[in-house]
């Protein structure tokens, strides 16, 4: 993967990171109703991918099979 094609990814993830944080940090604090838990859940599992994937970008080596 050539690195401006790293780099424009990684900035990607972190824009969508930034995005799911704040509407994740707008949540109530206490989640008390089904649809409140499933939401934090899911905001919580979709923040968990973005920062493995830009672990996985951060890398020096980068190999894409396919």
Same mark, same amino acid.
């Given at each position: 993967?050539?690195?401006?094609? /790293? &780099? *424009?990814?990684?900035?990607?993830?972190?824009?969508?990171?930034?995005?799911?944080?704040?509407?994740y940090q707008k949540l109530?604090?206490?989640?008390?109703?089904?649809? /409140? &838990? *499933?939401r934090k859940e899911a905001h919580e599992l979709k923040l968990a991918r973005i920062e493995s994937d830009i672990n996985l970008l951060g890398a020096r080596t980068v190999f894409i099979e396919g």
């Amino acid at each position: 993967m050539r690195d401006d094609e /790293r &780099r *424009a990814l990684i900035e990607g993830l972190r824009a969508e990171h930034a995005k799911i944080s704040s509407s994740y940090q707008k949540l109530p604090f206490v989640v008390d109703t089904p649809n /409140r &838990r *499933a939401r934090k859940e899911a905001h919580e599992l979709k923040l968990a991918r973005i920062e493995s994937d830009i672990n996985l970008l951060g890398a020096r080596t980068v190999f894409i099979e396919g």
